[in-house]
């Protein structure tokens, strides 16, 4: 009864929010269907832990039309929280305003950046049957590169089954001429090396490109990423079984 119950409350969002998003001509009239969940209903839902790159002194890159990358990312990954909230899951963010997490009385760019870092891992790792997704924009010195991809820790099968279902949501959803593929990062990506769940980081696109800067700077094109990334997040639990 409660996975019937929550599956259904899944779909009726997802009913709603395709036929918002159709409105507006961001997504295709031929995305591939949410699967139906097949799954053992004394399961649970995973706790969605979301990061929005950077905030505060931090500001990541810069887009061609001069946007900061830290106001992109909390963005849409407000959106994102509150698709993931209507649907049941319990969500967990790192920041939720344009702020650092670093200790008070912590001095120096770089200091504060590495106890910004060290403490959102604490967040991310305090939680048992989680998923973490970190959303970011990507930049290049040469403005022709464009679209989604999502990075994942090496050796984590499951992190790299998240992230192939967050880069085919993407790329069927709302990004159809998307060919890049999903990549393996080391330890030069301290959150996804040192997560101790299934985690992958979504660069949504790339803010030195012109038309897709202008894309993610607007609001309807950000909750079109954040369904895709939802949508995503919805086909990995189905397929994982984990309700």
């Given at each position: 009864?409660?996975?019937?119950?929550?599956?259904?409350?899944?779909?009726?969002?997802?009913?709603?929010?395709?036929?918002?998003?159709?409105?507006?001509?961001?997504?295709?009239?031929?995305?591939?269907?949410?699967?139906?969940?097949?799954?053992?209903?004394?399961?649970?839902?995973?706790?969605?832990?979301?990061?929005?790159g950077?905030?505060?002194?931090?500001?990541?890159?810069?887009?061609?039309?001069?946007?900061?990358?830290?106001?992109?990312?909390?963005?849409?990954?407000?959106k994102?929280?509150?698709?993931?909230?209507?649907?049941?899951?319990?969500?967990?963010?790192?920041?939720?305003?344009?702020?650092?997490?670093?200790?008070?009385?912590?001095?120096g760019?770089?200091?504060?950046?590495?106890?910004?870092?060290?403490?959102?891992?604490k967040?991310?790792?305090?939680?048992?049957?989680?998923?973490?997704?970190?959303?970011?924009?990507?930049?290049?010195?040469?403005?022709?590169?464009?679209?989604?991809?999502?990075?994942?820790?090496?050796?984590s099968?499951?992190?790299?089954?998240?992230?192939?279902?967050?880069?085919?949501?993407?790329?069927?959803?709302?990004?159809?001429?998307?060919?890049?593929?999903?990549?393996?990062?080391?330890?030069?990506?301290?959150?996804?090396?040192?997560?101790?769940?299934?985690?992958?980081?979504?660069?949504?696109?790339?803010?030195?490109?012109?038309?897709?800067?202008?894309?993610?700077?607007?609001?309807?094109?950000?909750?079109?990423?954040?369904?895709?990334?939802?949508?995503?997040?919805?086909?990995?639990?189905?397929?994982?079984?984990?309700?």
């Amino acid at each position: 009864m409660l996975k019937k119950l929550w599956a259904n409350r899944v779909g009726t969002l997802i009913v709603l929010l395709c036929a918002y998003l159709l409105v507006f001509g961001f997504i295709s009239t031929a995305e591939e269907p949410i699967p139906a969940i097949e799954a053992d209903a004394d399961s649970g839902l995973p706790t969605i832990i979301l990061d929005a790159g950077h905030g505060g002194i931090d500001s990541g890159c810069v887009s061609i039309n001069g946007v900061e990358e830290k106001d992109i990312n909390l963005s849409i990954m407000l959106k994102l929280r509150g698709m993931l909230d209507a649907a049941g899951f319990e969500t967990v963010v790192t920041r939720d305003t344009d702020k650092s997490i670093h200790d008070v009385g912590v001095t120096g760019l770089g200091n504060q950046k590495k106890s910004d870092m060290e403490n959102r891992l604490k967040i991310i790792n305090s939680y048992d049957n989680a998923l973490f997704v970190s959303v970011h924009q990507n930049q290049f010195t040469d403005s022709k590169y464009y679209g989604a991809q999502m990075f994942y820790p090496e050796g984590s099968a499951e992190s790299e089954q998240l992230a192939q279902s967050l880069q085919s949501s993407i790329t069927s959803r709302l990004q159809p001429e998307n060919t890049r593929e999903i990549k393996p990062v080391g330890d030069e990506i301290y959150l996804l090396h040192y997560a101790s769940c299934p985690a992958v980081m979504a660069e949504c696109g790339f803010l030195s490109n012109q038309e897709e800067a202008d894309k993610l700077e607007s609001d309807e094109y950000q909750s079109c990423m954040a369904f895709s990334i939802f949508a995503g997040i919805c086909d990995y639990v189905f397929s994982q079984g984990q309700i």
